[in-house]
């Protein structure tokens, strides 16, 4: 039969020697490459209890940032989505009325944004492109889920705490992230 490529090789069939029909020394070797196994540090890490230090240029979960009076940054100028090679970021801009100043740093506002965690390939780019400090990628990544749905992450998921009404949740997100 012709060959398709010349890799293909003629398969030894000379017969075993004495100690080769025993497998006593291939046991023995193997076994030997086991135990010295044995005495080798562990590199299992027992994921949730034990957690790997992240890389200081991991990116993760995305964080919609608030300022100190813990009103929202974004102005839903839609620089991210446009950045954002995935075309994972959708939003929805509003007008601030009177009375919104505590809620909403400048006149516009997101009153809607989501970013499909499906699609995102975490490279950063929305954080980059992002003039208002507004969002930025986290060090904690998204929690499995059963539904493709439950991986739209909304407004909800996304907004960090507020700084003034949840300090401590808000010191923790902070914590957690990298500078922001
Ligand atoms: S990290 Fe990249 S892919 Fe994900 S939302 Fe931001 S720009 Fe899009
Ligand atoms: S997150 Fe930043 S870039 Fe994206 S819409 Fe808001 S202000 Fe604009």
Redesign the pocket.
């Known amino acids: 039969m012709q060959a398709l490529t010349n890799r293909s090789r003629a398969v030894s069939r000379k017969p075993l020697t004495f100690m080769e029909s025993l497998y006593l020394p291939a046991i023995l070797k193997g076994m030997l490459i086991t135990f010295s196994h044995i005495f080798k540090k562990n590199p299992t890490v027992r994921y949730p209890e034990e957690k790997r230090p992240f890389s200081p240029v991991f990116?993760g979960l995305?964080v919609l940032n608030r300022d100190e009076e813990g009103r929202e940054n974004c102005t839903a100028c839609g620089l991210?989505a446009v950045?954002?090679?995935?075309e994972?970021?959708t939003m929805e801009g509003a007008e601030r009325m009177e009375g919104e100043e505590h809620l909403y740093r400048e006149e516009k506002y997101a009153a809607k944004y989501e970013?499909n965690m499906l699609?995102?390939?975490?490279?950063?780019?929305?954080?980059e492109?992002c003039p208002k400090d507004a969002i930025y990628?986290s060090e904690t990544f998204a929690p499995a889920n059963f539904t493709r749905k439950g991986f739209i992450y909304g407004k909800e998921e996304l907004l960090i705490p507020h700084p003034i009404e949840e300090p401590e949740a808000f010191a923790k997100a902070k914590g957690l992230n990298k500078e922001a």
Not at 119 to 127: A, P
Request: proline share 5%; charged share 15%; net charge positive.
């Open positions: 990116r995305h991210c950045a954002c090679p995935a994972a970021i970013i699609r995102c390939i975490f490279c950063g780019l929305c954080e492109a990628l």
